[in-house]
């Protein structure tokens, strides 16, 4: 499963102009690739957004849309700052436990 991942890294490095300048640039460039190649909704995300959905029942497209689209985002930047966060200690932890 670790080569595809690296494969699919390489492949999107590739495809896209990434700003390696700091490390936040490259966590960023790491998880945007996990997330396309990897995605998933286990079952208390698909449970949370079926009952957002049914508290939104009857309401026009248009509102839902108003609603769904900032309670996505805020949910893709709350993973995507886990993720590099998770990164960040990781690496610390390893450093630390190699000194």
Same mark, same amino acid.
């Given at each position: 499963m670790i080569e595809k991942y690296i494969q699919a890294l390489r492949e999107y490095a590739l495809s896209h102009d990434p700003s390696c300048a700091d490390g936040e640039s490259i966590l960023g460039i790491l998880y945007e690739c996990l997330n396309e190649n990897y995605p998933y909704d286990n079952e208390q995300i698909k449970t949370d957004f079926n009952e957002l959905? =049914? =508290? %939104?029942?009857? %309401? #026009?497209?248009?509102?839902?849309?108003? !609603? !769904?689209? #900032? @309670?996505?985002? /805020?949910?893709?930047?709350?993973?995507?700052? &886990?993720? @590099?966060? &998770? @990164?960040?200690? &990781? +690496?610390?932890?390893?450093?630390? /436990? +190699?000194?």
């Open positions: 959905y =049914q =508290q %939104m029942n009857g %309401m #026009p497209l248009r509102e839902m849309d108003k !609603i !769904i689209y #900032p @309670v996505c985002k /805020l949910c893709r930047d709350h993973e995507r700052s &886990g993720f @590099v966060e &998770g @990164v960040k200690i &990781g +690496t610390r932890l390893s450093r630390e /436990l +190699t000194e």
